[in-house]
């Protein structure tokens, strides 16, 4: 069974640091995209940053230039550094990952995370 399980959420002043991580788990055959999504409350699921297995990065206009995203992939881990952060950034953090494996005859799908909280004050 595939699981995703993330770390590193917690409560930062503004302009603090963290640093999120995404370890991957179980039967994998291969990973493709990895990436990281948010959920405020009140507000839908958005997409916060995406690295491929191999190439460009991606992110949201919100996160460019204090966000990065990295992955290390002998360790089948995601990570996701935030700097500058704001109090607008206080979301539930998910994990997402495109991954093949012998359980789904090594189609492709998406696994999600349990999602870790951050919390930005002012």
């Known amino acids: 069974q595939v699981q995703l399980v993330e770390s590193g959420g917690g409560l930062v002043q503004a302009g603090g640091s963290l640093r999120l991580s995404c370890a991957a788990s179980?039967?994998?055959?291969?990973?493709?995209?990895m990436g990281w999504y948010r959920q405020a409350p009140g507000k839908q699921r958005e997409l916060v940053a995406t690295?491929?297995?191999?190439?460009?990065?991606n992110y949201a206009d919100s996160v460019k230039g204090r966000f990065t995203i990295s992955r290390d992939n002998a360790k089948n881990t995601v990570y996701l550094q935030m700097n500058s952060l704001k109090p607008e950034d206080t979301a539930v953090y998910y994990c997402?990952?495109?991954?093949?494996?012998?359980?789904?005859?090594?189609?492709?799908?998406?696994?999600w995370g349990q999602g870790t909280q951050v919390t930005v004050s002012s």
């Open positions: 997402n990952a495109e991954i093949a494996a012998p359980t789904t005859l090594f189609r492709p799908r998406d696994y």
């Open positions: 179980g039967s994998i055959f291969r990973i493709n995209a």
């Open positions: 690295i491929p297995s191999n190439g460009s990065t």
